[in-house]
């Protein structure tokens, strides 16, 4: 008798691997958190040079994001990424890769069209929804007095 | 004269020629376990164009022209071509091919499209509706990733079961049948097989069952099993899809491909050296492991026959994104030894 699709599926699940969880998790929180360590260790070095907080506040992620356009560039930051995963998703570090990719791959369509309309077509959502997030989290604050 | 035999295939009795063949391949290709095979490996994969598409054109155009030479013919002789590729409006293969003047038709058949072009093309010339007709097919790895997925440089990672698109083009010729040549004995062509698989990062389960469906049909439409071919050769089923093949043939038709079967996804690359995953994937696959390694076996006479089953899924990033299935197809082509090789 022929195969339903109820049936296929789960012969599909079974025949196809899994990916490697415990590897995945190992090397994300490692390559995540020394990311992590290192925006730390920025943060204390501009600190000792005599910027301010607030200061401090913007000059770390944009190092970071300098540092990820450039691995970008030269095509290194995929190859990390490719074992990082969600250690190099979750920081700024992935946010910027997100932009700078396209931007780099759709030149090829011009600038306006191209690179201009591409740029955000990865991180836009991310951007759209945390600022919704963001009204939503600022109206609450603001009915419940929670500032 | 094509004649019908059982309900899906067709019996070419003139048995029309392959009378050149050439594959090109990518970098990356070019270092898998066939590198030794192909007419040529580029070691740059932009192929000295300024995009990824006009790249793509390049390889299809070479593969082309090589596999013309090689048959001794020159455009102008060819009455049709037919081609395709992966890209939206196949525009890989019909900027590729603008410039040589020859009658031209597009076949989408996404990556079952070596199998479907050489089929139609054999068909063409078995009728005499054709003296030469060319069949050819390409991919690119960059091209496929910037339309179906996320560009080059983005760091995401891809679960085992996806596939790598082969950078590769293939190219057959056929004409009227010779004796020292390779020949098309029949084509079967498969009907649109869709189990309810939607991950597009699975196209081997995807398409599977397509690839059943067709070699299945081929079987009872000739009265053979698989034993009676050298080599049953999938396009580009990976190790995920070749295991279901395996599996639905048996459970659902009764036939065993037992040691006859192979993958081009396979062939192509060095799964456990080479980071592809699931193995390759790609019109190019097919088109490029047929039309070198293979081809050369058959006119050796070390494979006496082979059933080509190039598969593909015919999805596009729009229908994955409404959350549609994945609807497969698979075309079957039986090529044999030369008579003097035999």
Redesign the interface.
């Known amino acids: 008798m022929a195969t339903t699709g109820q049936e296929y599926d789960s012969m599909a699940k079974k025949a196809s691997p899994p990916s490697k969880k415990a590897k995945d998790l190992f090397c994300a929180f490692t390559i995540g958190g020394l990311i992590c360590t290192f925006g730390q260790a920025l943060s204390w070095l501009y600190t000792r040079v005599g910027l301010s907080e607030d200061e401090v506040k913007a000059a770390v992620p944009v190092t970071l994001i300098v540092i990820t356009a450039v691995l970008t560039g030269l095509g290194v930051f995929d190859r990390i990424a490719k074992h990082a995963g969600a250690g190099t998703i979750v920081p700024i570090t992935g946010f910027a890769n997100s932009i700078v990719s396209p931007a780099m791959e759709f030149q090829a369509e011009g600038r306006v069209l191209g690179t201009g309309a591409k740029l955000f077509s990865i991180a836009g959502p991310v951007i759209a929804y945390g600022t919704f997030a963001a009204v939503i989290y600022g109206l609450i604050a603001y009915i419940f007095k929670l500032y | 004269m094509a004649v019908r035999q059982g309900r899906y295939t067709l019996n070419l009795t003139t048995r029309p020629s392959i009378i050149g063949n050439a594959a090109v391949v990518g970098k990356t290709e070019g270092e898998g376990p066939l590198k030794s095979e192909f007419d040529h490996i580029y070691s740059d994969d932009t192929l000295g164009e ?4 006009k790249a793509e054109s390049a390889l299809q155009r070479e593969a082309v022209i090589r596999a013309l030479d090689k048959a001794g013919k020159t455009p102008a002789e060819v009455d049709f071509i037919l081609a395709g590729d992966l890209l939206n409006q196949c525009i890989g293969t019909s900027f590729g091919l603008r410039e040589l003047n020859i009658p031209f038709l597009g076949m989408y058949g996404a990556c079952s499209t070596m199998s479907l072009s050489l089929g139609l093309a054999s068909v063409l010339v078995d009728t005499k509706a054709a003296n030469v007709a060319v069949a050819s097919t390409s991919s690119h790895f960059c091209s496929a990733e ?1 339309q179906f997925r ?8 891809r ?3 996806a596939q790598r698109t082969a950078t590769a083009a293939g190219a057959s010729v056929v004409a009227a049948s010779v004796t020292d040549k390779p020949c098309v004995e029949a084509v079967t062509f498969g009907r649109i097989m869709d ?3 939607k991950d597009a990062n ?1 196209m081997g ?1 995807a398409m599977a ?1 397509a690839a059943a469906q067709t070699i299945a049909d081929f079987l009872h439409d000739t009265g053979t099993t698989p034993q009676a071919y050298d080599l049953i050769l999938t396009g580009d089923l990976g ?2 899809g070749t ?2 093949l395996k ?2 043939l048996q ?2 038709y009764g036939f065993d491909l037992a040691d006859r079967h192979a993958d081009c996804g396979l062939l192509l690359y060095d799964t456990k050296k080479q ?1 592809v995953h699931a193995g390759g994937s790609g019109c190019g696959c097919a088109g490029s492991v047929f039309n070198s390694y293979i081809l050369r076996r058959v006119t050796a006479g070390e494979l006496k026959r082979v059933v080509l089953v190039a598969t593909g899924a015919l999805m596009s990033q729009t229908s994955s994104l409404q959350g549609e299935s994945i609807p497969a197809i698979a075309h079957a082509v039986l090529v044999s030894a030369p008579q003097t090789a035999l």
């Open positions: 300024i995009s990824f598409e910037r996320q560009p080059l440089e983005y760091g995401g990672q679960p085992p079961t189990l309810g698989v699975n389960a069952p190790i995920v295991k279901l599996e639905l459970k659902d980071d």
